[in-house]
């Protein structure tokens, strides 16, 4: 692994909770550092999606890393605004 840079990690479409699980492990592989996560490709901005993106942000507090998210759209921001995650992107 590089550990010259940033972690970066991109969510597909759809965070399935398959694939947050994958990215949890990375995140609990790698010694504690910045990460980037770009969720500009999620095409759904739903529940499922606010669910993914606590879930990473709750795996890197746990190791230590300092993770921010990327290329939020417009739909996504509006959601975590209405559920009171704002604050994630």
């Given at each position: 692994?590089?550990?010259?840079g940033?972690?970066?990690?991109?969510?597909?479409?759809?965070?399935?909770?398959?694939?947050?699980?994958?990215?949890?492990?990375?995140l609990?592989?790698?010694?504690?550092t910045?990460?980037?996560?770009?969720v500009?490709?999620?095409?759904?901005?739903?529940?499922?999606a606010v669910d993914?993106?606590?879930?990473?942000?709750?795996?890197a507090?746990?190791?230590?890393?300092r993770?921010?998210?990327?290329?939020?759209?417009?739909e996504?921001?509006?959601?975590?605004?209405?559920?009171?995650?704002?604050?994630?992107?």
């Open positions: 692994m590089d550990t010259t940033p972690l970066v990690l991109t969510l597909a479409a759809r965070a399935t909770p398959e694939e947050v699980a994958r990215l949890c492990a990375l609990g592989e790698a010694a504690p910045d990460v980037i996560c770009d500009g490709g999620l095409t759904h901005a739903d529940l499922a993914a993106l606590a879930r990473l942000r709750l795996a507090r746990r190791r230590g890393h993770l921010r998210f990327e290329g939020a759209g417009g996504l921001r509006r959601l975590l605004d209405l559920v009171g995650l704002a604050g994630l992107v």
